[in-house]
């Protein structure tokens, strides 16, 4: 292991990249935002021309009925239930390649820690054992591995396993908190979060931790990237322009594109299986629910509509 770095000074970026770890969303706590109520079958105002139109599943954490649980629903924001029922907070749902298993991160046995279950919610298997946080599970594309963030050695860092819990393996290894790591589509690189310069950054590295580069250099906080399916693109939310938007970044040039124009926030981007589609959390309209739209920031479309907070999506 490498011997670690110098600490750079801190900002209030890095509690925001922490915010994210629990399952907080940027507008606020989902435990915060009050009881659920909401009924589990409930849809948002979806019209035939989503976006989203008959491109798969979308899981995503609510509140909507008293705590924080895995639902899913179609991509058009229609047939939503509730997958997890457990009085403790299950978030950061993410389904494996073949579609049989939801990896995801619960307090359930008393702090954060990274479970699997079937698709349909039933069962639950425990991957990770440590007394410190394991959050933000997230599989390689071939269903083999699991990446997650850790902070077992006193920081948070990127960590990699094998998808039955064992191999655990550190990538990172900086004084900063190292997050959301995401996978590239063909799985040779992993693109993940970074305040070791000061501020919440993008950096991108070989799977097994070679190679490290960043991939914007901004004063902001870049936060929550997700791959394009063509491996050319990474999304992601930024308050580079004053509040929280949707971005773009292209993983060889570094140039930036801005999706939304919103004074709310929007954060939490995830894109479609087929590269079309981007689904996103924002409290544009009150609290936070899930909107759908095209890849160049056209067509807005609601997705949730239930009393509480929809967030964390995730499309497959």
């Not at 993983?251 to 999706?259: K, N, Y």
């Not at 309209?285 to 907070?309: I, K, N, P």
Request: aromatic share 6%.
């Amino acid at each position: 292991m490498r011997e670690k770095a110098k600490a750079t000074t801190r900002n209030p970026v890095r509690s925001r990249v922490i915010a994210l770890i629990g399952g907080l969303v940027l507008s606020g706590a989902l435990a915060a935002c009050g009881g659920g109520g909401g009924d589990g079958a409930t849809t948002g105002s979806v019209t035939p021309s989503s976006p989203a139109a008959d491109s798969g599943k979308i899981l995503f954490t609510s509140n909507r009925d008293g705590n924080v649980e895995i639902y899913v629903m179609d991509s058009d924001g229609s047939d939503q239930g509730r997958l997890t029922d457990s009085p403790a907070s299950d978030f950061s749902p993410a389904l494996s390649p073949d579609g049989s298993t939801i990896a995801f991160h619960t307090d359930r046995d008393g702090n954060f820690e990274i479970y699997t279950t079937d698709a349909d919610g039933k069962g639950a298997d425990r991957l990770t054992e440590e007394p410190q946080v394991d959050a933000a599970p997230v599989w390689s594309p071939d269903g083999s591995m699991i990446a997650f963030h850790s902070d077992r050695d006193g920081d948070f860092e990127v960590y990699v396993m094998k998808a039955d819990g064992s191999d655990q393996i550190q990538l990172t290894d900086m004084p900063s908190s190292e997050t959301l790591p995401v996978w590239s589509p063909d799985g040779a690189m992993i693109a993940f979060n970074s305040d070791r310069d000061g501020n919440g950054d993008i950096f991108t590295t070989n799977a097994d931790g070679s190679d490290l580069k960043k991939l914007i250099d901004n004063a902001a906080a870049d936060l929550a990237p997700t791959w394009s399916p063509d491996g050319s693109t990474i999304a992601f939310h930024s308050d580079r322009d004053g509040n929280f938007e949707i971005y773009l970044a292209d993983v060889g040039t570094g140039e930036v594109t801005r999706l939304t124009d919103d004074p709310a926030t929007d954060s939490l981007p995830v894109w479609s299986p087929d590269g079309t589609a981007i689904a996103f959390s924002s409290d544009r309209e009150g609290g936070a629910d899930l909107y759908v739209m095209e890849a160049d920031g056209t067509g807005v479309t609601r997705l949730t509509d239930a009393e509480g907070t929809d967030t964390q999506p995730s499309w497959n």
